[in-house]
């Protein structure tokens, strides 16, 4: 039977460095791919010695129908521009389909930013719930965060979130501003880089030196108490 296979990609750093060996086989097979961004894919695919000309790359959004490798019998991948497909991504709806015309789905292993920051937070990892982006707006913004972090302390569960790189900075702000002083914060950046920045503070520890990741990629997590 055809698979759609979901392909984790690179956070930063090598394709060969972010996915098993036996992932990498099973990509290498592939030649349909439905992905985020053609560009990120082509590097991501060519990193893995793979004949990028060769390969059918279609663009999500770009094109209606995007299951016709599935139902002439080819086996595809699908590949965000960075972590796991169809998580803070797009690609559910790709999913969803094969699923309803029966087509197998098969995740391979590889980095997930959500997934690995928690592991790393030392926050509550039995309950937690990912918000996606939070609003963009402030007094929506700061509803929002006072929200989750009732909910927090009401289901001792973590929340997390992320932001577009260039408010990281005003989530961060808004953060201390709207939370209370024992509420845990961890702001995870450049997940898997060189440059890697994983810390846990108390919102009053945060106050004496807030978080300012800048323009780099990161994940907020919250625990309230």
């Avoid at 960075?82 to 969803?96: F, H, Q, S």
């Avoid at 898997?192 to 030196?209: C, G």
């Amino acid at each position: 039977m055809s698979t759609l296979y979901a392909i984790p990609s690179p956070l930063g750093g090598r394709a060969q460095d972010a996915l098993p060996a036996s992932a990498i086989e099973t990509v290498r097979a592939l030649r349909d791919f439905a992905v985020e961004n053609a560009k990120s894919a082509r590097a991501f695919l060519g990193g893995l010695g793979m004949p990028v000309r060769e390969l059918n790359i279609v663009v999500i959004g770009e094109k209606q129908d995007l299951l016709e490798p599935l139902r002439a019998g080819r086996s595809m991948g699908l590949l965000s521009e960075a972590g796991c497909p169809a998580i803070a991504d797009p690609g559910a709806a790709l999913v969803e389909a094969a699923h309803r015309e029966g087509f197998r789905v098969t995740p391979l292993v590889g980095p997930s930013a959500i997934v690995l920051a928690l592991m790393a937070s030392g926050l509550e990892g039995q309950r937690f719930a990912f918000c996606g982006y939070l609003p963009r707006e402030k007094p929506e913004r700061d509803r929002r965060i006072r929200e989750l972090e009732r909910h927090s302390k009401k289901e001792r569960e973590t929340q997390i979130f992320i932001e577009t790189p260039y408010r990281n900075d005003v989530l961060g702000a808004a953060l201390m501003e709207c939370c209370g002083d024992t509420t845990r914060v961890c702001v995870a950046t450049d997940l898997t880089l060189p440059t890697e920045e994983i810390t846990t503070r108390s919102v009053a520890q945060w106050r004496a030196a807030p978080p300012k990741p800048g323009k780099r990629p990161t994940v907020f997590l919250l625990l309230a108490r």
